[in-house]
Every structure is written in C-alpha cells, then in structure tokens.
C-alpha cells in the first residue's frame, strides 16, 4: 500500500479513535331492669298474697359458628423480567426501552485496525445519561509509528466530564476541546439495528457467560448524525454511505460487544470490542 494512503487513513482513523448502566366492639344491651312505678294513693294496701316471683329460664346460647377457614392463596409465578420472554429468551424492544431510562457505568475494550494501522481504546464510561461521559485511554499506530498515545501511556488521554466537557491531553497539561461526542451513542446504534426490521435479528446468543441478542445488519450512514455526528462528519467527508454493524445486548438492554465495518479510500476498517463491569453511574470530574 502507497505510504500517502496510509498516512491518509491513519489521519482519519485518528479523528475516529474515541469518538467511538380495628375492630369496632358492638356496645353490650343494658341490663338493668326498667325501675318500678311507686303508688301515689294514701290508702293502706291490702295484702295480697306473696307472689314467688316465676324464674325466666336462661336462654340457651347460641352457638358461635365455626368460621370458615380462609383458603390458602396459591402463590403467583415469580414473573420473567420484563425484557425476556417465559422461556429466557430476550425481547431486544423491551430491553432497550428498559436500558433507555436506566443510565450506567462500564469498562470499555475496543480495537481498530485497518490496513496498517492499530488501535487500541480502553475507557471507564458512563452511557444513557442526559451526558455521556467517563476517562478514555487512546494509542494507535501506523506503520510502526506511534501517532497517539503510546503503550507505556497508564493513564487517560480523553476526560468528558459530567458537565459534557471535554478534556484531551498534550504532552503533561489538558487542554479543552469543542468536540462533544468522544462517546459514542451506543444505545442508537442498537435502536438503528432494531429499525431495520426482523432480517436484523438474529436471536440468542452467549456472550462469555451473558445471554445476548444478537442485532446485525447494514446501517446507512444517516443514521450515524444523532448518534455520532463528529465521525458522521468525516466519514460523508470521505464518502461512505453505510457501514456493517453487528450488537450484542443483554437483558437490560446494555451492549455488551459491538462491531463495525466500513471502507476508507478502498482499506477495510473494523472496530470491535466488549463492555463489561457494569454498575451505576460515577462521577467524573475535570483533570487536575
């Protein structure tokens, strides 16, 4: 290959690197007897026979009727989660709906390689907030030349912070940058997918250990401007028009490995990787 066209794509593979979780008691009846009217006439009564007074039989007590025992209720199936279906398997609409409203944190692993160029990103990333952010590690090479970074590099080269500013490191200080997307919308690359319709889905599949749903298939270039727009910008530049896009999601919805395909000036150029340690979303703050 022409050392100018591999210059050419490094220049753009570089501008790509990176911008790729109570009872009521009833009252007792009185039972003191109605009082006895006195006489009020002045004659002497006559006596009258003394009258034995005629015992009222105590009423025989009704039975209290054995209550009926309340039926046991028969417990209720423990339900499936909401994105997977009775038998395991996992609804892609409903995980990504779920992974839509519920932002998290993850460890990101991604490789590029095209032709003679290398890359490597390794990032701590917060998706599906109002502000993607997190602290990405970026190298690549060309040609056995070091472009960006370096493999003896431990700590972050790209800061976005949760106010969605951007840091990018220069030589020991960090300067700010205007590029807003260093982070990928990933969740609409898989939304992009599942809009392509069934062909795209192509079922269940094990992700070292994870059940997965697999989507696949060939996402126009468009669909790149809400998820991406600074890589949308260069790639239109260099005239793509659609890229290949395979996406594994989980039960919640999140990616758990991604892999993309496109053409620069005649050189493939792939990008894949995983996302794993999933947990809740941390804070990142500016560099210091």
């Known amino acids: 290959m022409r050392r100018s066209t591999v210059l050419s794509v490094a220049v753009v593979a570089v501008s790509l690197l990176g911008l790729t979780g109570c009872d009521d008691a009833t009252p007792a009846a009185s039972s003191t007897p109605p009082a006895t009217a006195a006489s009020t006439s002045g004659a002497v009564p006559t006596d009258a026979p003394t009258q034995t007074p005629t015992l009222t039989p105590t009423p025989t007590a ?83 030349s070091d472009l960006v970074g370096g493999g003896s590099d431990s700590g972050p080269s790209t800061i976005v912070t949760d106010d969605g500013t951007t840091y990018i490191k220069s030589g020991s200080s960090w300067r700010t940058s205007p590029l807003g997307d260093r982070i990928p919308d990933y969740h609409g690359y898989a939304k992009a997918l599942l809009d392509l319709g069934r062909s795209a889905r192509k079922g269940m599949e ?39 896009l395979d996406q594994w999601i989980d039960a919640q919805g999140r990616t758990v490995r991604y892999d993309r395909k496109t053409e620069l000036r005649g050189v493939p150029m792939r990008t894949h990787g995983t996302f794993r340690d999933f947990g809740p979303v941390e804070k990142v703050t500016a560099p210091v």
């Open 206 to 244: 094990d992700c070292e250990g994870t059940p997965c749903f697999h989507l696949s298939g060939t996402v126009d270039l468009e669909r790149m401007k809400a998820v991406e727009p600074e890589s949308y910008k260069i790639l239109k530049g260099k005239g793509v028009t659609s890229f290949r």
């Open 62 to 144: 009704t039975p209290t009727p054995t209550a009926t025992p309340t039926p046991t209720a028969t417990p209720t199936p423990t339900a499936a989660p909401a994105a997977t279906t009775e038998g395991g398997a996992i609804d892609p609409e409903k995980a990504l709906a779920l992974a839509e409203r519920t932002p998290y944190a993850a460890t990101q692993d991604f490789t590029t390689e095209g032709g003679a160029i290398g890359a490597v990103t390794k990032a701590r990333v917060n998706l599906n907030g109002p502000v993607r952010s997190g602290r990405i590690t970026e190298s690549m090479s060309a040609g056995g």
